[in-house]
């Protein structure tokens, strides 16, 4: 690569690369955005993956539970650029043997109708979050150093406190004093184990509770076409501000980069330190060069004749479901996986996109989105974990599986090297490391080196597809690097 000369170089087009550089090119800044993969978009991809003719699956994420309600998504307006937005009537669903299902909806009153006696107590844990969802959802995907202005209405206020006082109440030993059931605690530890850590944890809940309140907020949302359709929208933005792509293009050091005032890289803290760890602080280097990945995700794609026959067949409604069965059962196998061991019957998370989606079908075949939870590097096939776990739930799923595809652990770093181990969180995920993220610093997206800095899901606020991590680093460095301080409109007739 030629010693060019650009404003602003952004290494990395996930979610966050891509926030970062259109925030920077609407600036009206000279932006480059060089990506290592053939294909742009990191964990927001959708491609053909030769299963099956035309039909495409998402490489990695499949539901978009932010994709309208992160603060810099919610101003990008999706809607308002064309991407189609599919708002499931029923947000999650939890199967569970022997009893009906836990549903949780869009509407919470009818969620609080289907859970019985646990009704009113699942109510009184989301209603105050639901009322407060701006703060709620913008004290979650923070930058974790201040207090975002939706806080500091009366309603926010409420929504705040209710969020910490259920943290500490569902994040710790005393989140079995809320239900009598076991549908409604099934179906919040569904969420929690997002997190792909022991449970109950503080991250957990922290996660069930944000995710859990927006899927009767805005909803747990998918784009039409898969989640290709929010990277293409970002990169038309980039392009119309004059912003330049290059795909198929690794880098290694910082030699191999134009000249610029600014680098921002949506990589993991491992590749900042190759690429700068020469020119950095020795005490920021090994700080980054500590920095600890979690556990993993094995991936199966699967191409089905026709919908999975849940038992229960309402759970058939849900393009996301949660297969790991009760509390205590998630429980067991999270801790199996922390434990570095492969649990017997594994927490898998399925995405069924045609239920929302049923332009996804083509020629009658189906694509059935699937991840189970295993060890950091496992080389696993988890296929047969997998199907065996569905099939607990729906008899019958072998007979519609046409083909399939597993991605273990160990390999998911090929096609998207943040997933370090098949870490899918770029980061091990705990309240501590949640802030200080990815080492102990008041300004967290700076990595050591001036102009240098780090935007990807292994800063705050963590994994998802919100393009916060992108959008905080790229205001650091308006203010730092540029003298820009206020940033730039985000809308589409900006």
Request: net charge neutral.
């Amino acid at each position: 690569m030629t010693r060019e000369v650009r404003d602003a170089v952004v290494v990395g087009s996930g979610p966050n690369g891509l926030a970062a550089a259109v925030t920077l090119a609407r600036a009206g800044l000279d932006v480059l955005l060089l990506e290592a993969q053939p294909t742009l978009g990191g964990g927001a991809r959708t491609l053909d993956l030769g299963l099956a003719p035309g039909l495409v699956h998402d490489v990695c994420s499949a539901i978009h539970p932010l994709a309208i309600a992160s603060p810099f998504l919610r101003e990008f307006d999706l809607r308002a650029r064309g991407v189609r937005i599919v708002v499931p009537e029923l947000s999650f669903a939890q199967p569970l043997e022997g009893r009906e299902a836990g549903l949780a909806f869009h509407d919470l009153d009818r969620t609080v109708d289907g859970l019985g006696a646990d009704g009113p107590a699942w109510r009184r844990l989301m209603e105050p979050l639901v009322d407060g969802a701006r703060a709620v959802t913008a004290l979650g995907v923070g930058d974790h150093r201040s207090i975002p202005p939706e806080v500091l209405t009366p309603q926010g206020l409420r929504g705040a406190v209710a969020f910490g006082t259920a943290l500490l109440e569902q994040g710790t030993g005393l989140w079995g004093l809320r239900f009598s059931g076991d549908v409604a605690p099934a179906l919040l530890t569904g969420v929690a184990a997002h997190t792909i850590s022991a449970l109950p944890s503080l991250a957990g809940a922290g996660t069930a509770l944000l995710l859990g309140s927006m899927a009767h907020a805005d909803g747990w949302v998918l784009p039409v076409g898969g989640s290709q359709a929010i990277t293409d929208a970002l990169l038309a933005d980039l392009l119309a501000h004059g912003g330049e792509v290059r795909t198929g293009t690794p880098v290694t050091s910082w030699r191999e980069l134009p000249r610029a005032r600014a680098y921002l890289f949506d990589t993991t803290p491992r590749t900042v330190v190759q690429v700068w760890g020469e020119r950095m602080a020795p005490s920021v280097r090994e700080a980054l060069a500590r920095f600890r990945y979690g556990n993993a995700a094995a991936k199966v794609d699967f191409v089905l004749s026709g919908p999975v026959p849940w038992t229960d067949p309402r759970v058939g409604g849900a393009s996301t479901v949660h297969v790991a069965g009760t509390r205590p059962e998630m429980v067991a196998a999270e801790a199996a996986v922390k434990a570095g061991r492969h649990a017997e019957r594994p927490v898998v998370l399925v995405s069924d996109p045609t239920v929302g989606d049923p332009g996804r079908e083509v020629g009658g075949l189906r694509p059935l989105w699937t991840y189970a939870h295993v060890p950091a590097g496992s080389d696993r096939d988890v296929t047969e974990d997998v199907t065996a776990q569905i099939e607990r739930f729906a008899p019958g799923f072998r007979d519609v599986v046409v083909t399939s595809r597993c991605v273990p652990a160990a390999e998911m770093a090929a096609h998207n090297a943040n997933y370090v181990g098949g870490d899918i969180a770029a980061g091990a995920i705990s309240m501590y490391r949640m802030v200080a993220r990815p080492r102990t610093a008041w300004h967290a997206y700076d990595a050591g080196v001036p102009g240098v800095y780090l935007c990807s899901s292994s800063t705050p606020p963590g994994p998802g597809v919100h393009g916060m991590a992108g959008w905080h680093a790229a205001r650091r460095a308006l203010r730092a690097r540029f003298g820009i301080r206020r940033p730039p409109a985000l809308g589409p007739t900006a």
